[in-house]
Nanobody, 124 residues
Framework: QVQLVESGGGLVQTGGSLNLSCAAS????????MAWFRQAPGKEREFVAG????????RYADSVKGRFTISRDNAKNTMYLRMNSLKPEDTAVYYC?????????????????WGQGTQVTVSS
């Protein structure tokens, strides 16, 4: 059983930056392909970014390309999301996921493990 704990959310002004972390425990972190999802009020949960377990290949939603960077440190059992040039539409609860797959899964409801989420609020 893998436990995922997100941290680093908060309130930031438009154009600001935040660093999210997702700490994993209870499993072999390097075996999991990881991803970030987000859910804004009244909206469905959506894919943000993912990183594979083997080669660290990445994939991003079009809405965050060029602004967000996903990374992982297998030695620290942690995944990160660096968010730059934040916009009010980035406001959401951000969740991390872990899957025993080689490929990044962009669908929101088919993941092995979820964290509890961290709130990101971008003020205009």
């Amino acid at each position: 059983q893998v436990q995922l704990v997100e941290s680093g959310g908060g309130l930031v002004q438009t154009g600001g930056s935040l660093n999210l972390s997702c700490a994993a425990s209870g499993g072999t972190f390097s075996r999991y392909t990881m991803a970030w999802f987000r859910q804004a009020p009244g909206k469905e949960r959506e894919f943000v970014a993912g990183i594979t377990r083997t080669f660290g290949s990445t994939r991003y939603a079009d809405s965050v390309k060029g602004r967000f960077t996903i990374s992982r440190d297998n030695a620290k059992n942690t995944m990160y999301l660096r968010m730059n040039s934040l916009k009010p539409e980035d406001t959401a609860v951000y969740y991390c996921t872990a899957d025993l797959t080689a490929a990044i899964i962009t669908l929101p409801n088919v993941h092995d493990y979820w964290g509890q989420g961290t709130q990101v609020t971008v003020s205009s």
